[in-house]
Nanobody, 120 residues
Framework: QVQLVESGGGLVQAGGSLRLSCAASGRTFSSYAMGWYRQAPGKKREFVATINWSSSSTYYGDSVKGRFTISRDNAKNTVFLQMNSLKPEDTAVYYC?????????????WGQGTQVTVSS
């Protein structure tokens, strides 16, 4: 069982940066792939990024590629999402995810979400 708690969301102007954090509980964190999804009002849930257990592989959604960076610290059971060059269309609730398998399939574990709002 893995529990995930996001933090770091907030209001930022277009062109700015935010860093999201996700604290995970459970001894299996270091063996899990971790990721981020987002959902804007009235829109479908969208894959953002994922990282494998060793940080040797990452994968990004097309809309954030080159602007967002996912990373993790297994010693601190934490995964991060550095978001740069933010755009109003990045406004959404961002969810941290975890799964035993590194893939872009639907993850097994989800956090409660943190709101990111980008003003124009």
């Amino acid at each position: 069982q893995v529990q995930l708690v996001e933090s770091g969301g907030g209001l930022v102007q277009a062109g700015g940066s935010l860093r999201l954090s996700c604290a995970a509980s459970g001894r299996t964190f270091s063996s899990y792939a971790m990721g981020w999804y987002r959902q804007a009002p009235g829109k479908k849930r969208e894959f953002v990024a994922t990282i494998n257990w060793s940080s040797s592989s990452t994968y990004y959604g097309d809309s954030v590629k080159g602007r967002f960076t996912i990373s993790r610290d297994n010693a601190k059971n934490t995964v991060f999402l550095q978001m740069n060059s933010l755009k109003p269309e990045d406004t959404a609730v961002y969810y941290c995810t975890g799964d035993p398998i590194f893939s872009v399939g639907t993850p097994r574990y989800w956090g409660q979400g943190t709101q990111v709002t980008v003003s124009s």
